[in-house]
Nanobody, 121 residues
Framework: QVQLVESGGGLVQAGDSLRLSCAAS????????LAWFRQAPGKEREFVAGIRSTHMTAYADSVKGRFSISRDNAKKTVYLQMNSVNVEDTAVYYC???WGIGVFPRAYQYWGRGTQVTVSS
């Protein structure tokens, strides 16, 4: 059983940077694949970025080159560095964990409650 708690969201202006964190407890953190998803009002939850236990990463095309996912196994924390944000990045951002990586929410068993990111123009 893994518990995930996101932090770092807030209100920023277009072009700013923001770093989200997701702290985990329980389970064997280093063995899990971790991912960030986001959900905007009226839209489905979508994959943003993922990182395997091997530290191999994957990104959605919409954030490639702007966002970066990383993990610190000693701190049991996964990060999402968001640069050059724009209004389309406004959403609730969720952290997810499971044994394997995937781009669909159903691939993940464990979820945090989310953190709101709002980007103003």
């Amino acid at each position: 059983q893994v518990q995930l708690v996101e932090s770092g969201g807030g209100l920023v202006q277009a072009g700013d940077s923001l770093r989200l964190s997701c702290a985990a407890s329980g389970g064997t953190f280093s063995r899990y694949a971790l991912a960030w998803f986001r959900q905007a009002p009226g839209k489905e939850r979508e994959f943003v970025a993922g990182i395997r236990s091997t530290h191999m990463t994957a990104y959605a095309d919409s954030v490639k080159g702007r966002f970066s996912i990383s993990r610190d196994n000693a701190k049991k924390t996964v990060y999402l560095q968001m640069n050059s944000v724009n209004v389309e990045d406004t959403a609730v951002y969720y952290c997810a964990a499971d044994w394997g990586i995937g781009v669909f929410p159903r691939a993940y068993q464990y979820w945090g409650r989310g953190t709101q990111v709002t980007v103003s123009s």
